[in-house]
């Protein structure tokens, strides 16, 4: 794990403070992710897998991170039109989730201080990722072999460095859940890999484990994000440092991550997530998985998308879903085609609104 720049620690002092959360297989067959590991998914909502059993060298690590940086800064080798098909978002300069830039298509200037890019999936490089074997029989898991499986967002998200001594970097996430009420059928998995050290400095996320099984709590925001009610109820402060109240029945938990692992959520975990207080990025790539076949509901679904809205509303070009996967069972997908396919630079959207 990298040092982080504000402190003379060490990379060795730093895994001391923040051991590895990751579990361990316990497995000998040719299964990806072991019997025990999906044990404490089940358990959790959530289990990290070590970045050896994701990756098979550091090179594909480093490609990863390589082609992020050259993304932001408009220098990444891609297509004709691809930059004008990625949606890319700015940081704050206050760290207030509502002063976040606008969810609008096309790059924004040569800067490292993205908060959010989506549509990688564009990026041959990451698509490459994105369809690994293990997150394929992951997918099989979750949803079953006979399920075309796409992605619903294939996304940047950053934590910029502090902008001062006094001023942190970074934008704070409020509680929610990976949920999105205009789809007909709810995400399960999504796949979190930590480019750099996740921590509580860099603005890890904070989670409560188990809360998947709770359900969606707040079915009517189009997102999922938590009332104050809700927060209230369940005893968690609104903001997103994510703080427990005196007495909650709710354990408020730091998820930290280091570079290369690879976390597999439960979409109904209520997590959030802070600011950066140091003097390095804390850059992950997200990939949430569903059902191929899974359709957009178009009842007010208009009022929600486009920059005005900002951090409120669902991002523009997020209305198209790559295929990652084909079902295995020929059977099932000849009958029940999926209804979305992986789009390149300039081609016309797939997904079917109703």
Request: charged residues 20%; hydrophobic residues 30%; proline residues 5%.
């Amino acid at each position: 794990m990298a040092a982080l720049l504000d402190n003379n620690d060490t990379p060795s002092e730093w895994q001391e403070k923040y051991p590895s959360l990751a579990t361990t297989s316990t497995t000998t067959n040719n299964q990806f992710i072991a019997p025990n590991q999906w044990q404490h998914f089940h358990n959790k909502g959530w289990v990290v897998l070590p970045a050896s059993q994701v990756f098979q060298n550091d090179k594909e690590l480093v490609a990863l991170q390589t082609i992020i940086d050259a993304i932001m800064l408009g220098k990444a080798d891609l297509l004709p039109g691809t930059y004008e098909q990625m949606m890319f978002q700015l940081d704050s300069t206050t760290g207030n989730y509502e002063d976040s830039g606008s969810q609008t298509l096309g790059h924004k200037g040569a800067t490292l201080r993205y908060r959010k890019i989506q549509n990688l999936d564009l990026c041959p490089t990451i698509m490459d990722y994105c369809q690994k074997p293990i997150f394929k029989e992951a997918c099989q898991k979750i949803y079953g072999k006979d399920v075309p499986i796409a992605s619903f967002r294939t996304m940047f998200f950053n934590k910029p460095p502090r902008l001062s001594t006094t001023t942190k970097g970074g934008t704070a996430l409020p509680w929610h859940q990976d949920r999105w009420k205009y789809l007909d059928r709810d995400p399960l998995l999504n796949v979190y890999l930590a480019l750099d050290a996740s921590v509580p400095e860099t603005g890890c996320m904070k989670i409560i484990s188990g809360s998947h099984t709770l359900g969606v709590i707040n079915p009517e925001h189009h997102s999922a994000f938590l009332s104050a009610q809700n927060c209230q109820d369940m005893g968690l402060r609104e903001e997103g440092d994510g703080n427990r109240k005196d007495g909650a029945e709710y354990k408020v938990e730091d998820f930290w991550l280091h570079p290369g692992e690879v976390a597999l959520m439960h979409n109904w975990v209520i997590h959030c997530s802070g600011t950066n207080s140091t003097d390095v990025s804390r850059r992950a790539l997200s990939i949430s998985y569903m059902d191929a076949r899974s359709q957009l509901k178009t009842d007010n679904f208009n009022s929600y998308i486009g920059g005005e809205l900002k951090t409120t509303g669902y991002p523009e070009g997020a209305t198209k879903y790559p295929l990652i996967f084909q079902a295995d069972d020929c059977h099932a997908e000849a009958d029940d085609a999926p209804r979305t396919t992986h789009r390149r630079p300039n081609e016309q959207q797939t997904g079917k609104l109703d």
